[in-house]
């Protein structure tokens, strides 16, 4: 196939051209040979062959052959069908294509008629255009209303744009009236300049002849704005950015509304400044439907694989949606929740995402936000007023279909300025953001097209309505391998180039990061890691600036010095175990840890004392298992009579809930009234009932990796979290012994105290 670029031109299927045999040979680069199967292409812009680049060619192109050569000046070519391009390299002359159909809405008759009432028309003044009276028997020798477009494409009065949306309309009967529309104000023009007799009747000449007048001022004056840039007035430039903004049209009436009030108002009225702002942000938006791109699921799963280690049922959640949305060809699917600890990735995966859906990327915080007005934007009437953020992450964007991470939802606050978390309801609803209105702007906007992604570290501060309207999708906490591979391919090496420190002047042996990640960190995310990696790049670039060495090797030995810090204290496993004392887990939003519940009785009158910062959930545990074991226990009642116990949960300054440690709790109190010890290298987790059952938990992944880290070899878990263990890494999971209980007495058995 040969690439024939045309620009500003009407190129039509099922029709005869004539080119100018040099002409020719300038768009093709080839001489014209009889069968040359061409492909025309239209540029948004004129350009020479060799610069033009896929931005540059509109979507929809037409074929065509050369099946007439006259002597050394004409060629003729016969354009055959539309055709959607997918890949064009003009430089190389290759091009991919599938054939595009057309909608026979109308019949050829009434099509024919069509045609003879313009040509009657364009006959009737045909010596009022630039090639005169001699032209009349090339008109006559027209064949269709489509020949008579592209023959004239150079006489009519409308831009390239507006040419090629005529090859891009499907509908035959759509096609012909746009075409019908542009030959009559060619001629309007022609009159208008001539001063040509009427034609038509007198309600069709008035209309064609406003819309020629209102063109032929809008093109001087365009021309005198391009002369005179820095006299154009706002007035002016915001009429030129309604008519081309593409609102709809209840935005569009507003905005004209808004505008004649500022021409009212005039440059030193009180409310100028407030219309301008208003017409500002609202003519920046994009309101027009970006087409849909093509999705490479196979590139999406490249860049997700390649930016994140890790995170296998996240990413393969994703996948899904991006694949609905290929197959359905628009945006379709869940909103998706992603929750888990810091910096487990749930921001920068929006960001990946983004990327693989070539489209922009916006992030709006919520964290903090208890004012629905900053989500839908402050009424006009307000002093000060502002739109709200989804809005204005959609300016940001500059497009109508970004990917917009909500982040930390569950940080949404409420006052008596209203609950933001009711506004997001909409915002998040498919069924309804199609007409979103933000106060501010009193337009509807359509947000249909905007993959929302929210992030949250819990989902216990959720409202239920708002939880309910998005899949929650898990990020698990980081295994010590997985922080050792993004250390090594992520974050020292993008810590190393934000130093400008190149990869041979700095070397972090696999040993050192391990000691970073065990004994230098305390998370389930990697933040803190990364903090340790720039420092350790800091500290360097210190060294290699001074000249102390060209080549730094951070070891062991070298951590204290480059760290500038002394290790974290983990709490680890007791070395021997102690009657009334049993090692829990606990889940925080930082990850996993484990907790000591420490039991000890003291000569008194049954009194029970709880501290440790402990919630009210928490208490009543405590009572449950204080009860229980009093029933497992009757003969120890006595010293429960004669005593008094006393509950502790250290450290003392960190507050504690939940009903998870239920089952510790029993476990410490049996321990303490029998004199048996647990092993220090068992630990539990599970909420007990007041008749000994162990009831399923939450965080479970989290709460192993801490016994991990902990040197814990065995944990006894709820029976109906065993589904849970799907999602601990194996690596975990090869480092305990996972037990399984249904009843507390099992605990007690396990571990000899019954």
């Known amino acids: 196939m040969i690439i024939v670029p045309a620009y500003d031109l009407v190129v039509l299927p099922g029709i005869h051209l004539y080119f100018k045999k040099a002409y020719y040979r300038e768009l093709a680069q080839k001489e014209p040979e009889i069968g040359d199967n061409i492909v025309f292409i239209l540029l948004k812009q004129h350009k020479e062959r060799r610069e033009i680049t896929e931005e540059d060619i509109f979507p929809v192109g037409v074929t065509g052959i050369v099946d007439e050569i006259d002597g050394e000046d004409n060629i003729g070519i016969r354009t055959i069908s539309r055709i959607t391009l997918n890949q064009v390299d003009v430089v190389e002359n290759r091009v991919q294509f599938v054939e595009r159909a057309d909608i026979e809405d109308i019949s050829e008759q009434e099509i024919d008629k069509h045609f003879k009432d313009v040509r009657n028309a364009i006959l009737k003044f045909s010596n009022q255009f630039q090639w005169g009276i001699i032209a009349r028997q090339y008109i006559l020798n027209w064949k269709s209303i489509f020949e008579m477009i592209s023959s004239l494409s150079t006489q009519l009065n409308i831009t390239s744009e507006e040419k090629y949306k005529i090859l891009e309309e499907d509908m035959i009967s759509q096609r012909v009236a746009m075409i019908e529309k542009a030959l009559y104000e060619m001629i309007e023009v022609t009159k208008i300049n001539g001063e040509a007799e009427k034609a038509l009747t007198e309600s069709h000449q008035m209309v064609y002849r406003e819309e020629a007048l209102k063109r032929q001022i809008e093109f001087l004056q365009k021309q005198l704005d391009d002369m005179h840039p820095e006299s154009v007035s706002d007035i002016r430039k915001f009429e030129q950015k309604i008519q081309s903004s593409g609102m709809n049209a209840i935005a569009k009436k507003e905005a004209e509304k808004v505008l004649n009030r500022m021409k009212q108002e005039g440059q030193n009225g009180h409310e100028y400044g407030i219309l301008y702002d208003y017409l500002d942000f609202t003519t920046s938006l994009s309101w027009e439907k970006a087409p849909f791109a093509r999705i490479n699921l196979k590139r ?223 998370e389930s995310g990697v933040r803190g890691l990364k903090k340790r990696m720039d420092t350790l790049c800091r500290n360097a670039a210190v060294k290699l600036v001074k000249g102390e060495k060209e080549t730094i090797t951070v070891g062991i030995k070298q951590l204290k010095e480059m760290l500038d810090q002394k290790p974290i204290r983990h709490d680890n496993a007791l070395k021997e175990g102690i009657p009334g004392i049993v090692t829990g887990l606990a889940w925080t939003q930082a990850g996993g840890d484990i907790l000591f519940l420490e039991t000890m009785l003291t000569k008194g009158k049954g009194n029970i004392m709880i501290t440790g910062q402990l919630g009210d959930v928490m208490k009543e545990s405590a009572q449950v298992a204080v009860s229980l074991v009093k029933s497992m226990y009757p003969d120890k009642a006595d010293i429960f009579a004669q005593n008094d116990l006393h509950i502790h949960v250290p450290a003392g300054a960190v507050p504690k809930d939940g009903p998870s440690a239920g089952v510790t709790l029993t476990t410490a109190l049996a321990s303490l009234v029998t004199g048996k010890a647990v092993s220090p290298k068992v630990a539990m987790t599970g909420e007990v009932s007041l008749r000994g059952g162990v009831m399923p938990i939450g965080g479970l992944t989290e709460k192993l990796m801490a016994a991990v880290r902990a040197g814990i070899t065995t944990v006894f878990i709820p029976r109906d979290n065993v589904e849970d263990l799907e999602d601990v890494a194996e690596e975990v999971k090869r480092k305990l012994e996972i037990i399984p209980v249904t009843m507390v007495t099992e605990v007690l058995q396990e571990t000899g105290i019954q």
């Open 300 to 522: 999406a799963e490249k860049i997700l694989d390649e930016e994140h280690y890790g995170l296998k049922k996240p990413k393969q959640r994703i996948i899904q949606q991006i694949a609905v949305m290929a197959l359905n060809k628009k945006q379709s699917g869940s909103i998706l929740l992603f929750v888990g600890a810091p910096g487990t990735g749930k921001t920068s995966i929006g960001q990946s995402i983004a990327k693989a859906l070539q489209r922009p990327y916006v992030r709006v915080s919520l964290g903090g936000v208890k004012d629905e007005a900053e989500i839908r934007g402050h009424r006009r009437t307000y002093v000060g007023a502002m739109p709200g953020r989804i809005m204005e992450g959609i300016k940001r964007s500059g497009a109508s279909n970004p990917v917009m991470v909500l982040d930390e939802v569950d940080k949404l606050g409420k006052d008596y300025s209203g609950d933001p978390s009711s506004a997001l309801l909409e915002v998040l609803d498919p069924e309804q953001n199609s007409t979103f209105t933000d106060h501010y702007m009193n337009v509807p906007y359509d947000l249909s097209d905007v993959l929302f992604i929210c992030t949250a570290n819990s989902t216990d501060t959720i409202p239920e309505p708002l939880l309910n309207r998005m899949e929650v999708i898990a990020f698990q906490g980081y295994t010590a391998s997985e922080k050792l591979q993004i250390a090594k391919k992520h974050l020292l090496p993008k810590a190393m180039h934000s130093m400008g420190i190149i990869p041979g002047n700095l070397k972090v042996s696999d040993v050192a990061l391990r000691k970073i990640i065990s004994d230098y960190t305390m």
